[in-house]
């Protein structure tokens, strides 16, 4: 299943930036209506899940242990999904978002931000006690292999070897080289970073010491065993996928404040309305301001910079 939804994934950013290459509207207003009709059936199992799963079970076998959440997150998705397809939703969305509401590409990456929030959002609606009894430990392997596919989306999505060649999606990505005043500038923003996560996590400590802990644990239970060369793989991996996928492509097209809150989504296992998700999204709003200021190679380095010293306090207070 997960091999299809990819191949589907791919296959549309393929035709979505075909299309966009096609001067002609009848195209664009076809892709729309693609889209459209890839929701409507996902829309109507999400109501068969909501008012008809008992029945569903007698011929399809599914095992579904809240099927009324994930009934209405499909419904959720692909009204969300149907939405941006209109073109008047698109230019209403361009006063607040850097998108251009003619593009099928942009419009592709809308209706996919709105499935994967969703998904992510799925997975903590059940409280923190209930995300806390289904972790299982980080694979490094398979968040490397996660970050690789962010960025295949990112160099596919805007156009590499279809509307632009490598020099050009490297500068669309904002994928230069650093010089030595930026680096020296990197240490200070992670300096930063980190004194806004200790703030924050003193700030949670105080208002609510209850889900504080049980992030804590949650945390414990994601990484337990790591070592020095596991966290570097995770800072590299985070660093170089995230930053390539959410301050490289989808910046540019959704804006700072937009992308930011998709980030913090993603990291479910803070939850969600948290202090430590609201952490995450200024973090992630100064990440977007150094890739405005600067470019992507910065906001790599410095979120690297960042997930790895945190990785080592985390470290040196399991050997203390």
């Known amino acids: 299943m997960i091999i299809v939804i990819v191949l589907l994934v791919v296959g549309l950013i393929i035709l979505a930036n075909a299309v966009r290459q096609q001067e002609a509207e009848t195209f664009h207003k076809l892709f729309d209506l693609l889209l459209i009709g890839l929701n409507a059936p996902l829309f109507f199992v999400g109501v068969l899940l909501v008012f008809q799963y008992n029945e569903l079970r007698d011929f399809v076998d599914l095992q579904v ?16 999904g149907v939405i941006v397809c209109f073109r008047s939703t698109r230019h209403s969305l361009e006063r607040f978002l850097p998108l251009d509401p003619h593009s099928p590409v942009h419009t592709l990456a809308l209706v996919l931000s709105g499935y994967f929030a969703g998904f992510t959002i799925l997975q903590v609606a059940g409280g ?50 650093l010089n ?43 990484y337990r065993d790591f070592g020095f060369w596991h966290w570097l793989a995770l800072a590299i991996g985070a660093g170089v996928g995230e930053e390539i996928l959410f301050r490289g492509a989808l910046q540019p097209v959704f804006g700072i404040w937009f992308t930011s809150l998709l980030f913090a989504i993603v990291h479910v296992q803070y939850g969600l309305l948290t202090p430590a998700t609201l952490v995450l999204f200024l973090l992630s709003v100064i990440l977007g301001v150094i890739r405005r200021r600067h470019n992507t190679t910065m906001s790599i ?12 306090f985390a470290l040196l207070a399991t050997s203390l």
């Open 65 to 80: 242990d809240s099927p009324t959440a994930v009934g209405i997150f499909l419904q959720a998705t692909a009204v969300w």
């Open 128 to 177: 923190l006690e209930n995300l806390a009894e289904n972790l299982t430990e980080v694979s490094v392997g398979a968040f490397l292999v996660q970050q690789l596919g962010f960025v295949a989306l990112a160099v596919l999505g805007v156009g590499f070897r279809m509307r632009r060649d490598l020099a050009h999606v490297l500068r669309r990505l904002g994928l230069e080289v």
């Open 301 to 312: 380095l410095v979120h690297f910079g960042y997930d790895f010293v945190l990785g080592m």
């Open 180 to 222: 030595g005043r930026q680096i020296i500038e990197s240490i200070g923003w992670i300096i930063l970073l980190i004194l806004l996560q200790t703030l924050g996590g003193i700030a949670w400590q105080i208002t609510n010491p209850e889900d504080a802990a049980l992030v804590e644990s949650i945390s414990q239970t994601l």
